[in-house]
């Protein structure tokens, strides 16, 4: 049995938006918890309700009903912009598509969320983390300058520069080559374990997923499936 507490816990989670005049539920009634240091892979065919699932544990949306708690706070009791300060304090996010600022180069990329979050060692946080994703040859690169891997592995740094307590990635290997993919996913779970995150991964990739501890099978906006048990995390 574990010990610690859930870092992300969910009781009776729901979606529902309506369109035309009908109800359409995006997820239906969900409960489960995460503990810390865990790896969770979220899986389902497109429309399964994979991202409506991760926007809701993020903070990123509301719920219809149901409590979302991450790391002791009542995201589905907070406003906007009291859940955009959860994020900024706890969370760190990898996306398909990068989401880096174009205008910024490497380096910057990085530092932006320690500037935002006044940390007075911006600059030497941002060359350590770069230095550990492999790119402190390419600091002042732009996006466009480089590859989507390099560009994934910036990505990576970002959002781990805060040391937030838990890391969500959606699609993180999505846009890459079999290499490139690879490279990622080892470097993911290497800053994660080091870092003693918990990471909550979106995937189509059943390889990626089975990396974690517990699989999430989404359909139709309900789990059906988890597999594994919860690990006891030392």
Known sequence: MLKNKPILNVETLTKTVRTNEQELKLLCPTTFAI???ETVAI???????????????????????GEIWLNNHALHKMNEDQR??????????????????????AIENIMLPLELAAHKEAKNLADN??????????????????????????????????????????????????TNSQLIEDLLFQLNEENDTTLVIVTH?????????????????????????????N
């Open 35 to 37: 503990y810390p240091k």
């Open 43 to 65: 899986i389902g065919a497109s429309g399964s309700g994979k991202s409506t699932l991760l926007g809701l544990l993020a903070g990123l949306d509301s719920p219809s009903s």
């Open 84 to 105: 955009a300060q959860v994020r900024a304090n706890d969370v760190g996010f990898v996306y398909q598509s990068f989401m880096l600022i174009d205008s910024l180069t």
């Open 129 to 178: 983390w770069i230095d550990l994703v492999g790119l402190s040859h390419r600091p002042d690169h732009f996006p466009n300058q480089l590859s989507g891997g390099e560009q994934q592995r910036v990505a990576i740094a970002r959002a781990f520069a805060c040391q937030p307590k838990l890391l969500f990635a959606d699609e993180p290997t999505g846009n890459l080559d079999e």
């Open 205 to 233: 990739d059943n390889q990626l997923a089975e990396k974690c501890d517990r699989i999430f099978k989404m359909q139709a906006g309900v789990i059906t499936e988890t597999t594994a048990e919860v690990k006891t995390k």
